[in-house]
């Protein structure tokens, strides 16, 4: 009597422990603050230029992927060094960079582009955190300036414009 | 990588403050012997030391392997009215499972250094314990320390215990210096427990233990695959990183875990002495506020084939359900009413639904003396672990061997 007891109590916590969970019945965040998509353009040609190659941020399985015409593109029947960017790309491209850390970007964002190192993207970019590719865009330089003021929500895309200039070479990741 | 903390208090398995209190059912181990009769006429040390000398390799279908030498050495008086005691470990780690690759990364190497000291004063009834440990990886670093109150009651038919720990731990990335990137877990563990002689043969503990997190505890290299609602139902469990990758969204989320949790555990454990042998046998019931609910089952028996050999297979089933926002396939979408995703994520698989079962052989083979032959002894155990991932990506399954091999002595 006591075995039966035991054993079917056992069966019963082990059937309750092993079965499957429902589809996530958890909360969701909704990026409140989001960093402004129609300038986005200008800041990932950037992105694209110095980590999109396809040994780096072009690769499929990269957490940060980019896709775009240095790279990797979106559309089967594109390729890279193509036609430009499209704007499938550029869209895929701010989802990746944004959902990266949704909720600290929208904290950076909210708070008018202060501390923008709170995130990885910033901290890896500039070097301050360790990284493969090294350092992309030193801090102070055009194409930190460039994404820093995108966070901001500044549109003045003067900075963006002049990342590339012979003392920011492009930068290739191993 | 942080693979491996201090002390884990995870799911799986037993949790090990259960273990760090000290309830175990008296059991003819060899480090655990009675000490040698007295010859008459000869003068008895009234301090005893004991050391050991431990290699732990493991190994899994996943491509991860580690390897831990291990050093312990305990002193203290015959009556055990007191001891100190001190272990030091390295963990040698190489993995490359399907999480790393599936990033487009490569195998990486580890080293992970711990340590522990700890003081027993229990000169009658009452007694105390503390013990501190460090732990150090390039990505963790831990400190905890903690103490147990003992006491004994009803002619030592019973005892009972309570203890309280605190773990401070440091998560960061490697390459990355701390004051760049870290953030703090704080673990506080209470537990208490009773341990019974229901009679000359059988032995019952039951142990409580009640384990409050708070902090990010999200692994800082974690990012979770996103689908389209559309897709999400169409992954399948055990998805290839090819399917994954190809039919993920852009956006790839770092993992979210909340920041408090609270854990719950009960382990009773039976033991009971036979002519030749002990019957231990465990069962462990968990739940926690991320509504994971587990049990954990072990039965091993330590037989004593001869004066010089002891050898105790186990078998232990393990199964748990899934955290509350577990999901093979977290959703997220992007829109006009905005960029929307799972507050809660994880590819954590020790969070979701799984099934294990071990079976393990160990021996003890006492080299010592003819007097007492445990006085020196040479241990070897191994394990084997098959754990089915009943709803994750990537794997379904997972086989693991552990391998024990150690010398413990005795010297008095």
Not at chain 1, 30 to 56: H, I, M, Q, W
Not at chain 2, 84 to 97: E, F, K, M, T
Not at chain 2, 138 to 157: C, E, M, R
Request: aromatic share 8%.
């Amino acid at each position: 009597m006591i075995g039966r007891f035991f054993w079917g109590s056992l069966a019963v916590v082990l059937v309750g422990g092993t079965a499957c969970s429902d589809p996530y019945n958890g909360q969701s965040f909704t990026v409140v603050d989001e960093p402004r998509l129609d300038t986005f353009g200008v800041v990932v040609k950037n992105l694209d230029y110095s980590c999109g190659n396809l040994a780096c941020h072009g690769a499929v399985g990269r957490n940060l992927i980019l896709f775009g015409v240095e790279g990797r593109r979106l559309a089967a029947t594109d390729v890279a060094c193509g036609r430009s960017t499209t704007p499938d790309e550029i869209l895929a491209d701010y989802r990746s960079v944004v959902g990266l850390e949704p909720e600290i970007m929208s904290e950076v964002v909210a708070s008018g582009g202060k501390d923008p190192q709170r995130l990885t993207l910033i901290r890896k970019m500039n070097g301050t955190e360790s990284h493969k590719g090294g350092t992309v865009f030193a801090i102070g330089s055009n194409g930190d300036l460039c994404v820093r003021g995108w966070l901001t929500g500044s549109d003045d895309p003067s900075a963006c414009n002049n990342a590339f200039n012979p003392g920011e070479p492009f930068v290739a990741c191993p | 990588m942080q693979l491996i903390r201090a002390c884990s208090v995870g799911a799986a398995a037993f949790g090990c403050a259960a273990l760090v209190i000290g309830v175990a059912v008296p059991l003819a181990h060899a480090a655990d012997a009675p000490p040698a009769p007295d010859t008459p006429g000869k003068t008895v040390s009234p301090v005893v030391a004991k050391a050991s000398l431990d290699t732990t390799a493991y190994t899994d279908t996943d491509h991860v392997s580690v390897v831990t030498p291990v050093v312990s050495a305990e002193v203290g008086d015959r009556e055990g009215a007191w001891k100190v005691h001190g272990q030091y470990l390295v963990d040698v780690i190489s993995a490359a499972s399907v999480d790393i690759v599936s990033t487009a990364s490569q195998r990486w190497h580890e080293v992970r250094q711990a340590g522990n000291l700890g003081a027993g004063y229990k000169p009658k009834d009452f007694g105390a314990d503390v013990s501190a440990a460090i732990s150090r990886e390039p990505d963790y670093h831990s400190i905890a320390g903690g103490g147990n109150l003992v006491w004994d009651f009803d002619d030592k038919n019973g005892t009972a215990l309570l203890g309280y720990s605190y773990d401070h731990d440091t998560i960061g990335r490697t390459g990355t210096p701390f004051s760049v990137y870290s953030h703090a877990l704080a673990v506080h563990t209470l537990a208490g427990g009773i341990t019974l002689t229901l009679n000359r043969a059988a032995v019952l503990a039951l142990v409580s233990d009640v384990i409050i997190e708070s902090g990010d505890q999200s692994k800082p290299y974690r990012y979770i695959p996103m689908f389209s609602p559309d897709v999400a139902p169409t992954i399948a469990k055990g998805a290839s990183i090819s399917v994954v990758n190809a039919e993920r969204l852009p956006d790839r989320p770092l993992e979210n875990l909340p920041d408090s949790r609270d854990r719950y555990s009960l382990t009773a454990r039976f033991g009971y002495r036979f002519a030749h042998g002990t019957l231990r046998a465990d069962e462990r019931l968990y739940t926690d506020t991320w509504r994971l609910h587990a049990t954990t089952t072990e039965l091993r028996y330590y037989a004593n084939l001869s004066r010089r050999l002891m050898v105790w297979p186990l078998v232990r089933v393990h199964a748990q359900n899934g955290v509350y926002f577990w999901s093979r396939a977290y959703v997220s979408q992007f829109g006009s009413g905005g960029f929307e995703l799972p507050t809660y994520r994880t590819g954590d698989r020790e969070l979701g639904p799984l099934f294990s079962i071990t079976g393990g052989l160990g021996g003890s083979f006492g080299i010592g003396p003819a007097s007492d032959p445990s006085l020196l002894s040479i241990r070897a155990q191994a394990d084997y672990v098959g754990t089915e991932f009943l709803d994750d990506l990537y794997v379904k399954s997972r086989g693991s061997v552990l391998g024990t091999l150690g010398l413990d002595g005795v010297f008095q």
